[in-house]
């Protein structure tokens, strides 16, 4: 399965010429995802080599201005630029206010289609799917309203045993039903699904959580994601700022992913006081190995 990611911006607060603040571009089964725009992010995705005009979906986590001052400036250079291709954006209500208000008093029409999906609710909630691609929302516990994501390969059909069917002599009508989960009849007795199908591959998941503070509801949502992306703006150190300021430490995310079993955290949204990530790797790693600090242009594939 086609997976990518690039982090577009790793920084929090202020965008400086070290780290852009956050986004991220996900190429998720061929579907072209930006989460996040903060201040900068069109100059960060051409600096990425990622076309911006070839965007199809835009989540956006919450209304601070780190994580979404970037779209107005890149929706106008997409219509400068003679965009056509539809556009829908996934975010908190007051969003979609905000630009439409913009848009008013600047008197722009946009020559695409701009369609708003409004984020809510108090749990894990299914938001997207089409053929290839789940994604959910999960609240954060943050200042304001904030969710993270949760993109995830949709179920396949069921592979059938080959062997079973010429045992059983199945029909192409029963070998359509048993994919879709059916069990057998024959000569009146119950073959179980389980019995005719091979074990279903492990789908891919990929969870992005910002900002919150340490919640342990999300080790439980993200659980045995392939990949999270975990906010640690601070260390254990600065964790009167972390609780005032309802962010995580690295620690703190370390052991969200340690309880939520995922294979590989990412580390981000680091505060500027950070000259070199090093502090906030080290607090990670003896709770969970397998981490990584992200740097602007980074890149993971499945
Ligand atoms: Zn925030």
């Known amino acids: 399965m086609p997976f990518k990611l690039i982090i577009v911006g790793s920084g929090s607060a202020v965008p400086t010429l070290q780290r852009g603040v956050t986004s991220q571009y996900l190429n998720f089964n061929e579907r072209r995802i930006l989460i996040d725009c903060g201040e900068g992010t069109q100059l960060q995705l051409r600096k990425y080599k990622i076309r911006f005009q070839r965007l199809q979906y835009i989540f956006i986590s919450h209304l601070h201005g780190d994580h979404f001052l970037g779209i107005f400036g890149l929706l106008a250079s997409m219509n400068l630029l003679g965009r056509t291709l539809k556009l829908i954006i996934f ?17 722009v029409k ?3 289609d701009l369609e708003f999906i409004h984020l809510e609710g108090k749990s894990k909630k299914l938001i997207f799917e089409d053929r290839l691609l789940e994604v959910y ?25 080959a062997a079973k069917i010429e045992q059983y002599d199945i029909s192409r009508a029963e ?38 503070k340490y919640y342990e509801k999300i080790a439980e949502w993200v659980e045995d994601s392939d990949l999270l992306y975990h ?6 150190k600065q964790l009167d700022r972390a609780k005032a ?11 969200i992913a340690k309880k939520g079993n995922v294979s590989k955290l990412l580390l981000g949204h680091f505060s500027a006081r950070f000259g070199s990530t090093r502090e906030l790797l080290d607090e990670a790693k003896p709770i969970f190995e397998n981490v990584v600090c992200v740097e602007d242009g980074d890149e993971f594939d499945a």
Not at 91 to 107: G, H
């Open 245 to 255: 300021t309802h962010h995580s430490t690295a620690k703190q995310a370390a052991e």
């Open 137 to 161: 929302s999960i609240p954060m516990k943050h200042r304001i309203e904030c969710y993270g994501f949760i993109f995830r390969e949709k179920p396949k059909e069921q592979n059938i045993d």
């Open 91 to 107: 975010c908190p209500a007051d969003l979609e206010k905000i630009i439409q208000t913009q848009f008013e008093i600047t008197k």
């Open 231 to 236: 906010e640690a703006t601070f260390t254990e």
């Open 175 to 212: 070998i359509w039903a048993i994919k879709n989960g059916a069990d057998l009849e024959r000569n009146g007795k119950i073959i179980p699904n389980a019995e005719l199908t091979l074990p279903p591959a492990k789908l891919f998941q990929y969870a992005f959580c910002t900002d919150t």
């Open 110 to 112: 946009l020559d695409f």
